[in-house]
């Protein structure tokens, strides 16, 4: 009889263990699942009468089988969340914040708006944010700063205002940052600079004055830098190739940049596309462009240049 009791116990907590883990998991899938209702409310379908998505986001059907949702294995928590190219309209309900096992988030191509709400500090776990082609507007917040598993930063194409917050340079694994077609103002930050592992960088089209930063020349991992279409101005650095060995796209057409290209632009041995159209470069086309075996588009239109 002592034995029996014995064993009874042990079981009894193992037993209250795996009562309290199911327990845990259906609460996270419920925080899950009540973030996503929270923002299906909000949303709209601008071309779909039969608002399929909207209609497969049902509290009946299992998170983790809707459209666009992807859980992961081991927690069947919700890791990405897809719902690009849907003509969806709306705007991001705080609630999103809760989705705490979100890796990915891609609201790409649709017609959402307002801004983005502080609760989204909280997706530490997030590696890609792409917002782009959408109508979110305010200033883009300085909390990305705190996302340090950010790997991919777009908000091409919105309505953001206000200037470019210098925290993004405490977002180390950031990769891709696309800014660009936002109505955003102001220098950018030096910090930027700092992200060195930073392969693409595009703020084209925005009204971004003053300097390029010369820390931006030095971040050795960069592949495609675009600042088309803003008021910068300044020189080229001379050893503009020494710091951007992997440079395969400079797209700086469309600006107040001057100076003389420089001579050793030929030492970009990736460069495949150099644009510097519609500037005040002035001086003679370095010939060593034409030893860039790599080179495949080259504009230098519109400028004060001389040579051939």
Excluded at 126 to 136: A, E, G, M, T, V
Excluded at 163 to 190: M, R, V
Excluded at 212 to 230: A, D, K, Q, R, V
Aim: aromatic share 8%.
């Amino acid at each position: 009889m002592v034995m029996e009791r014995a064993y009874t116990f042990p079981l009894l907590i193992l037993l209250a263990c795996c009562v309290t883990a199911s327990m845990a998991n259906n609460m996270n899938i419920s925080t899950d699942e009540s973030a996503l209702l929270a923002f299906k409310s909000r949303m709209i379908s601008t071309i779909d009468p039969a608002n399929i998505l909207i209609k497969n986001w049902s509290a009946s059907t299992p998170v983790c089988v809707w459209i666009g949702v992807t859980c992961g294995l081991r927690h069947q928590r919700v890791t990405a969340l897809d719902i690009s190219s849907m003509n969806l309209s709306g705007n991001i309900p705080s609630l999103l914040g809760n989705l705490s096992f979100l890796v990915s988030l891609n609201l790409s191509r649709n017609y959402f708006y307002g801004s983005l709400p502080r609760e989204l500090i909280q997706l530490r776990r997030l590696q890609i944010i792409n917002f782009r082609f959408n109508s979110f507007s305010g200033q883009i917040p300085s909390w990305f700063g705190f996302l340090h598993n950010l790997q991919i930063l777009n908000l091409r194409n919105n309505n953001f205002t206000g200037f470019i917050p210098p925290s993004l340079s405490n977002i180390s694994t950031l990769q891709t940052l696309d800014l660009s077609y936002n109505p955003i103002q102001g220098k950018i930050p030096e910090e930027i600079g700092n992200l060195h592992n930073l392969k693409t960088l595009y703020l084209q089209y925005n009204r971004l004055t003053g300097l390029i930063p010369l820390t931006i020349f030095n971040i050795s991992t960069l592949e495609h830098l675009g600042f088309t279409g803003n008021n910068l101005s300044g020189n080229l650095p001379v050893d503009i190739c020494h710091g951007l060995p992997r440079l395969k796209g400079l797209y700086l057409s469309s600006n107040e940049l001057d100076g003389e290209i420089p001579s050793n632009i030929s030492e970009c041995s990736q460069l495949q596309h150099l644009s510097l159209s519609v500037n005040k470069f002035r001086g003679s086309i370095p010939s060593e462009i034409g030893s860039i075996r790599t080179l495949q588009i080259l504009y230098l239109d519109s400028n004060d240049l001389s040579g051939s």
